[in-house]
């Protein structure tokens, strides 16, 4: 079993940043690939980032490239999202999972067995 909490969320202006955190507790952090996915307001689970176990190989949708940075510290069991130059819709409920199915692609909520409770973030205009 592996144990998700996200904080940092919060309200921000358009343009602004936050930073989440998610941090894991329970069986072995560093032999999972991380994701963030968000859910906005009657839309489905959104794939935002992943980074491999080690923290060599970064992914982002498109919506993000440029904008946001997913990061992780395994001594600290941490995976990080940095999100820079916010939208209004960027707003949405974000969620911290880890990859337990590597049958599929890594976008896909279905690859991954735990999640966290998720942090909301609203982005004024």
């Known amino acids: 079993q592996v144990q998700l909490v996200e904080s940092g969320g919060g309200l921000v202006q358009a343009g602004g940043s936050l930073r989440l955190s998610c941090v894991a507790s329970?069986?072995?952090?560093?032999?999972?690939?991380m994701g963030w996915f968000r859910q906005a307001p009657g839309k489905g689970r959104e794939f935002v980032a992943a980074i491999t176990s080690n923290g060599g190989s970064t992914y982002y949708a498109d919506s993000v490239k440029g904008r946001f940075t997913i990061s992780r510290d395994n001594a600290k069991s941490t995976v990080y999202l940095q999100m820079s130059s916010l939208k209004s819709e960027d707003t949405a409920v974000y969620y911290c999972a880890a990859r337990t199915q590597y049958g599929g692609s890594y976008v896909l909520p279905s690859q991954y067995g735990y999640w966290g409770q998720g942090t909301q973030v609203t982005v004024s205009s």
């Open positions: 329970g069986r072995t952090f560093s032999s999972n690939t």
